[in-house]
C-alpha cells in the first residue's frame, strides 16, 4: 500500500494570506496525486489533477506542484470562501489512498 | 456531464450486510471511461478510499476491507453497488458514490453522500 502523509493538520490563516499544504506518498507517485476541498456537509470537490493541472472552474489562485513523493497545494491568496477542509489522494496504485486532511480555520 | 445518486437503508444492525446503490445518469455504466467507486467519512473524520469497479468487472478494493466488500454494475437500471457485510459500528460513515475517469489523475464527478449508521 501507498501511505499518504499530509500536514499540517490544522492551519491558522488570514484572509489575504498565502497558504501551503503538503502531502508526501511513501512511494513515488509520478504525478498520479489529486487535492481535493471539502466543506461541511458537502461532497469533496477537486482542486488539482495530475499533481498540477488546474481544474476547470476552480480560480487561479490554488495551484499545485511536486512529483514522486512530494507534493504541495498552494492557495496564493486566501479568500472566504477557501477555509474548508483538504485532502490529498493518490492514484498511482491499484489501491488509492487519501492524505489524513488539512483544515483550514480562520486566524 | 455525469450525475451520482447514492441510496439505501440509513440504518444497519452490526453484524449484517450494509447495502448501497448508486444510480447513474449522463453516461453509461458500461462505460469503459470511469472507476465507479465508493469512498465513505465517518462522522468528524477524513476520506476512506473503499474501491472501484471499471465495467465490465474488473474491480479494486481497499485492502484494509476487501474480506468485506463487493462493487457490482448493473446495467439494465445503470446502477452500481457496494455490499460490505459483517458491519460494525466502526462502519458508521457517509458514503459516496463517485465516477473517476481513468487516466484521470482525480477527475471525476461525485454523489452528495448518503449517511449510514451502524446500530441495533
Known amino acids: 500500500d501507498i501511505q499518504m502523509t499530509q500536514s499540517p493538520s490544522t492551519l491558522s490563516a488570514s484572509v489575504g494570506d498565502r497558504v501551503t499544504i503538503t502531502c508526501r506518498a511513501s512511494?513515488?507517485?509520478?504525478?498520479?496525486l489529486a487535492w481535493y476541498q471539502q466543506k461541511p456537509g458537502r461532497a469533496p470537490k477537486v482542486l488539482i489533477y495530475?499533481?498540477?493541472s488546474l481544474e476547470s472552474g476552480v480560480p487561479s489562485r490554488f495551484s499545485g506542484s511536486g512529483s514522486g513523493t512530494e507534493f504541495t497545494l498552494t492557495i496564493s491568496s486566501l479568500q472566504s470562501d477557501d477555509f474548508a477542509t483538504y485532502y490529498c489522494?493518490?492514484?498511482?496504485?491499484?489501491?488509492?489512498?487519501f492524505g489524513q486532511g488539512t483544515k483550514l480555520e480562520i486566524k | 456531464q455525469v450525475q451520482l445518486q447514492e441510496s439505501g437503508p440509513g440504518l444497519v444492525k452490526p453484524s449484517e450486510t450494509l447495502s448501497l446503490t448508486c444510480t447513474v445518469s449522463?453516461?453509461?455504466?458500461?462505460?469503459?471511461?470511469?472507476?465507479w467507486s465508493w469512498i465513505r467519512q465517518p462522522p468528524g473524520k477524513g476520506l476512506e478510499w473503499i474501491g472501484y469497479?471499471?465495467?465490465?468487472?474488473?474491480?479494486n478494493y481497499n485492502p484494509s476491507l476487501k474480506s468485506r466488500v463487493t462493487i457490482s454494475v448493473d446495467t439494465s437500471k445503470s446502477q452500481f453497488s457496494l455490499k460490505l457485510t459483517s458491519v460494525t459500528t466502526a462502519d458508521t460513515a457517509v458514503y459516496y458514490c463517485?465516477?473517476?475517469?481513468?487516466?484521470?489523475?482525480?477527475?471525476?464527478?461525485w454523489g452528495q453522500g448518503t449517511l449510514v449508521t451502524v446500530s441495533s
Open positions: 463517485a465516477s473517476y475517469f481513468v487516466g484521470g489523475g482525480g477527475r471525476g464527478y
Open positions: 449522463g453516461d453509461s455504466v458500461n462505460s469503459g471511461s470511469y472507476h
Open positions: 469497479i471499471i465495467y465490465p468487472g474488473n474491480a
Open positions: 512511494q513515488s507517485l509520478d504525478n498520479w
Open positions: 495530475k499533481g498540477s
Open positions: 489522494q493518490q492514484y498511482r496504485s491499484q489501491s488509492y489512498t
